[in-house]
């Protein structure tokens, strides 16, 4: 076979790059999984996702409260694990970073990233409860 017969290499990237839906003219990065990605992320959520369960089993409202805290912190990282960049967005006057989202962005956008790292991530109903 000659070099000029052999096939081009495949190619990959390691993010995904999105328009906001919420927010046109946003467009934020996110991390594809991984197979160590995988293993970091879940390393770091296994035990806040074992006490969101059990949170969300008990039946006070102490628990729910508690439940949707964990929830929230779950949210909080996967977001700082998975979001590579930020543009078109300036919060306060300073172009957007991840924690000036956290702490002070829109929380629909919030939501919206968080939610095309889930895709990315996607952990099986088996795998969030271990």
């Given at each position: 076979?000659?070099?000029s017969t052999l096939p081009?290499?495949?190619q990959y990237s390691s993010s995904l790059t999105r328009e906001s839906q919420v927010f046109p003219g946003v467009q934020f990065t996110v991390r594809r999984m991984s197979f160590q990605g995988r293993l970091e992320l879940l390393g770091e959520l296994r035990e806040l996702m074992t006490k969101a369960e059990f949170a969300a089993?008990?039946?006070s409202a102490a628990d729910r409260v508690e439940g949707a805290l964990l929830a929230g912190e779950i949210r909080r990282r996967q977001i700082e694990w998975g979001l590579v960049s930020l543009a078109g967005l300036e919060i306060d006057g300073e172009p957007a970073t991840t924690a000036s989202l956290l702490s002070y962005g829109p929380e629909e956008l919030t939501a919206e990233i968080q939610a095309a790292i889930q895709?990315?991530?996607g952990l099986s109903e088996e795998e969030r409860k271990n």
């Open positions: 076979m000659t070099s081009s290499p495949k089993a008990g039946d895709a990315q991530v």
